[in-house]
């Protein structure tokens, strides 16, 4: 089964893998995994926590992205069909 955000993936594959754009989808696709397992094991707190730290790391990146680039960000967003942050 193949997600929007691996076939962003391979739409950029020249970009390198360091950038924030490759960061946001590998931990999008992490999260997804995540989400879908946890949906059978309820109880696996380990990976809670880690599906919590993922999203905190995801966040940062997103944030970081808005105020570097807002064109790419919202392109990116649209692309993995994620909503947009709120702002504090």
Do not use: W
Not at 11 to 23: D, L
Not at 35 to 50: A, C, I, P, V
């Amino acid at each position: 089964k193949i997600h929007s955000s691996q076939l962003f993936f391979k739409k950029r594959k020249r970009r390198k893998q360091g950038s924030v754009e490759f960061q946001i989808v590998s931990f999008t696709n992490k999260i997804r995994r995540l989400t879908s397992h946890l949906e059978l094991h309820k109880k696996d707190y380990l990976s809670q926590r880690g599906l919590r730290k993922i999203l905190g790391k995801r966040q940062r990146l997103l944030s970081y992205l808005s105020k570097a680039n807002k064109i790419r960000y919202k392109e990116l967003i649209c692309e993995l069909d994620i909503r947009e942050s709120k702002n504090r």
